[in-house]
């Protein structure tokens, strides 16, 4: 055998191995890098401009902008109502996009797996998909009254489309020697399914995640912007607030939408990082 | 296999002869190259054997099988052009996947080797847990040969599993090909596009030519084993390298005419 047999580790003379205090030195180098000016200045820097143009907006349009220090206010005032609030949409929004995706992911595998459904299926699913389905809201708050029923159900509807899009070409992503490899072992059509095509389509899955969550938001605050009056829930607060010219309470509540979206954004990014650490993206 | 046909349509409906009237008896045990230009159909001839495609015409028995029967009882081992390895998995998962599906056609008489060991004699012993995206290309293909091989196939099909190395990794390669191939004897059905390689591990060598595509010549290569490096320079290795040589510029010219 021309190669070492792996009972002794080879010597590495061209590996470089720092001493101990450069590599400290390194680990905490890395570690601050988020304390840098270069990191963070720009950042900061925008977010000041962008907060004194918004206090001049206040001051020369006061029917569209708040002030800052007023939308804070309402926010320090009462943070239970924001939080209760925020609690409904978040579970509008989560369940709403949990059989969304449940669904979609089921019918994903039977476009996948049967080129008749898929002939029917997919050219409408694109065309759903560019649609903007939350149109439908007032639609649905008729049939289905101002309970959660309607929220869900939009929200799910919003959600459906680009997953399963999404998850029904990453189902169809692996490579066709990588198929024959284990066809010419005869491996099950659920066999190739659970260990070839699944895990192929996770970057799918977690692209589609991206999109999904935020629009999961939007379907749940315009259902209730629909059906506002009768429910909780932040498009309601939105809803009512601007209404009665509370502007404040509309702008405290956008901001808490802005911070969940980007908390939910966070979230998928993070579980992406740690499902697909073999993916090169 | 007997008479062997395949037809494949054509964009404009006519019929391309992928393959025509192959007669071709592989003795078990032996390690067999197909060697011929590009459309010759070597590729669907592996497919053919190993049941992924149905023959046109004409029949093909492995081991008094039918290619799909052969498929089920596991008794082939294939390694791609291309490593097709999961990225998602590790050297090791991607070797022992394959021992996980299709569990009923395992032969249990046929014990599972020991896949590290195997991994290890072809020097990944470190890298048993690496990701594929960690690994040089010649490593990458090594672990596709041992995902084959570790699979105690009767009939081993490789699709130019190197023609993607360079002339390097290529050699140590095929060095290792063959020591692993000593210990199982397994049938080798090797399909390349290099005279050399053919010449260097095979007992046979079939020359295809295409349009349609069709088996022109057979060389037998006397050459004794094990074929080290040094071999590659002898006169013997030189003189079957012209004789292929010659007979595969028969092949093409043959091909010119037709066409």
Redesign the interface.
Known sequence: ??????TQ?APRPHLVVPTPEQLAARRLRRRTRLLRPGYWLPFVLLVVVLGLAWEVGARRMPYLFAPLGDIASVLTEDPGYFLSNTLVTLSEALVGLGIGFVAAFALAVVVSEVAVVRRAVMPVAVVLSVTPLVAIAPLLVVALGFGMGPKVVLTALVCFFPILINVATGLRAV?S??L?????????RL?VLR??RV?AS?PYVFASLRIVFPLSMIGAVVAELSAAGSADGLGSVIQVASSQNRLATVWAAIFVLAALGSLLFWLVTLAERRVLH???S | MHGVRRLYEQADLSELVALDDIDLTIEPGTFVSIIGPSGCGKSTLL?LI???ESADAGRITVCGLTPKEA??A?A???????P?????LSVLGNVT??H???RR?GNRDRDRPDLEAML????L??SLHK?P?ELSGGMKQRT?IV??FG?RPDVL?LDEPFGALDEFTRE?LQ??LL?LWEQTRATVVFVTHSISEAVRLSDKVVVMAPRPGRITDVIDIDLPRPRHQELLTSPEFHAYELALRGSLRDAFSHGEVVS
């Not at chain 2, 097709?84 to 998602?88: M, T």
Request: hydrophobic share 40%; net charge negative.
């Open positions: 055998m021309t190669l070492d047999s792996g580790p490579p020697p990588v024959q490899v284990y066809r010419t072992v005869a491996a099950s066999e260990h070839l895990p996770l073999w993916h090169e | 497919r190993s049941g992924q498929a089920e596991k082939f081992g294939f390694v791609p052009q291309s097709a390895l999961l990225p998602w996947l394959p996980r599906v299709n056609g290890r004699e072809v020097g012993g470190e990701l995206a596709a995902r084959a699979l099909l140590a060095e290792q020591e």
